[in-house]
């Protein structure tokens, strides 16, 4: 099927689903670099205009790849909701998100019947404020050691890496965290290696700290996901199960993983909570990493822009019920984000189509050193996205991680944010932060005595001995 459309008389035509949703793309180096891209903007325009009046039944009925991932995800999950908006065109459903009336609707099951290319398709057509708009009243709640999503909550997962995987490292980082009231969503380490021991050990030492602390947040080490399975079967405590996904079969082939290896983790880490009972108030154990780019880079992308592709990806999570997903937005270089402006729009990109899907999606607000952004964009774009309703984002120490080297989001940075709009942290978390003396009046309290060198954590190799928790005890006291 041609798509066309005409601006002043000069007509334009798309010869399929997958040219015209990367012609209505808005500018990407990525797009660019795989030669799918709309030529010049008057190219975009006709392309937007040729969507808009494309029915969300002619996308469903237009698979753009033949892979598992399509055969998963570009079904409506919910065929008779989806039934109730299958003869919208992509304008009006536009329209349709944007209404004030929208929530309620999308709240009572609409999101299970939105696919990945009807949200893609979607985005293309917003402003950046439609982007913050829209997805603002759509709240996705999630539960595993405490409950993050609700109203008024801008979560933060603490990023204590460390360059050599030194736990006692990695836990002075995670307390420094805590006294910014940042670790809601997660306390989650990338590690350095791959090792199984060492992946085990920081697994133990973060069970340690907030058992230790009382602290009501859950763990993860960012290790793939068969590193982590090792690390289960020798009784390390795993509470969310990590994995970065893609939107295609080959994509996912590149990360080693595939849909039936993740549902083996997902039933592992399930049976695992089942024996360590009293620790959890709901059993969404996943945590699933994306970011647009990622499926070009693997040569894996199919003709498909990055926007769709990664709202392929975000479809992908939402399979196995995550607690989090979290897409990375200017980690993978100015290749597929070229600039500020891009990684910008990338990050509300995300964002929505994630959220109109119903996946819990926060965004790591990062870039590397070798793009055109910086400090003061990061921060514009953080607001943006508190602003957009986003569940949560990054606290690491200065905003610059020491073992990625890249740069994202501090923890005074979130502080900073909570404050200025009003945001809390989760209510488990903040009654923790209060009772301990570190929150007061709806932000952090002045400086707690932790400890604050590695010296004076005195944390063994093993992590486990009865005087890290007591001195741990004492640093809460």
């Known amino acids: 099927m041609t798509y066309r459309a005409v601006i002043r008389g000069e007509g334009f ?7 015209l949703l990367a012609a209505a793309n808005e500018e990407k180096s990525g797009d660019q670099l795989a030669g799918i891209a709309a030529r010049d903007e008057r190219e975009r325009v006709a ?6 009046d494309v029915r969300l039944s002619e996308i469903v009925a237009e698979p753009l790849i033949d892979d598992e991932v399509t055969a998963a995800v570009s079904r409506p999950a919910d065929p008779a909701a989806f039934a109730e908006i299958a003869a919208l065109t992509v304008g009006e459903f536009r329209e349709f998100v944007l209404d004030q009336g929208f929530a309620a609707r999308w709240s009572s099951g609409l999101a299970a019947a939105i696919t990945p290319e009807i949200a893609a398709a979607c985005a293309k057509l917003m402003s950046n404020l439609d982007l913050v708009a829209a997805p603002k009243p759509l709240r996705v709640e999630t539960r595993c050691r405490n409950v993050m999503g609700g109203e008024g909550v801008l979560g933060v997962r603490a990023q204590p890496n460390h360059p050599t995987d030194d736990v006692s490292g990695i836990l002075l980082s995670a307390l420094d965290g805590l006294g910014f009231g940042c670790g809601d969503a997660m306390i989650g380490v990338n590690p350095a290696t791959e090792a199984v021991g060492t992946v085990a050990a920081i697994l133990h030492g973060l069970h340690d700290l907030i058992g230790a602390l009382g602290v009501p947040t859950q763990t993860s080490v960012l290790a793939h996901i068969t590193t982590q399975l090792a690390a289960l079967e020798t009784g390390a405590p795993v509470d969310l199960l990590f994995q970065s996904v893609a939107g295609t079969e080959g994509a996912n082939r590149s990360f080693g993983v595939d849909l039936a290896l993740l549902a083996e983790g997902r039933a592992a880490v399930v049976a695992q909570h089942a024996s ?11 945590y699933f990493e994306t970011g647009q780019g990622s499926a070009l880079s693997a040569e894996a992308h199919h003709g498909v822009d990055q926007l769709t592709i990664e709202a392929r990806a975000q479809a992908v999570a939402r399979l196995f019920d ?3 997903v979290n897409s990375v937005v200017g ?4 290749e597929y984000l070229a600039d500020a402006t891009q990684i ?9 189509v994630g959220k109109l899907m119903g996946v819990p999606t926060g965004i790591d607000v990062c870039y590397t050193n070798h793009v055109n952004a910086d400090q003061n964009s990061n921060d514009a774009l953080l607001v943006l996205l508190a602003a957009a309703g986003c569940g949560y984002v990054m606290g690491v120490p200065g905003g610059d991680d020491v073992m990625l080297n890249y740069q994202t989001t501090s923890y005074h ?3 900073t944010v909570r404050r200025t709009l009003g945001l809390r942290p989760a209510p488990a978390f903040e009654a923790w932060l209060e009772a301990n003396g570190l929150w007061r009046d709806g932000a952090p309290a002045p400086r707690p005595a932790w400890p604050t060198s590695l010296a004076e954590l005195d944390v063994t190799a093993a992590v486990s001995g009865r005087p890290v928790r007591e001195l741990l005890a004492r640093a809460a006291a």
């Open 13 to 19: 035509g798309f010869a399929s689903l997958r040219e």
């Open 47 to 52: 392309a937007k205009i040729a969507l808009a």
């Open 276 to 286: 360590r009972p009293g620790e959890f108030v709901g059993d969404q154990v996943m």
């Open 322 to 324: 995550p607690f989090l």
């Open 331 to 334: 980690f993978i270089g100015p």
């Open 344 to 352: 910008t729009r990338a990050g509300l990109e995300d964002h929505f």
């Open 413 to 415: 940075d979130v502080a």
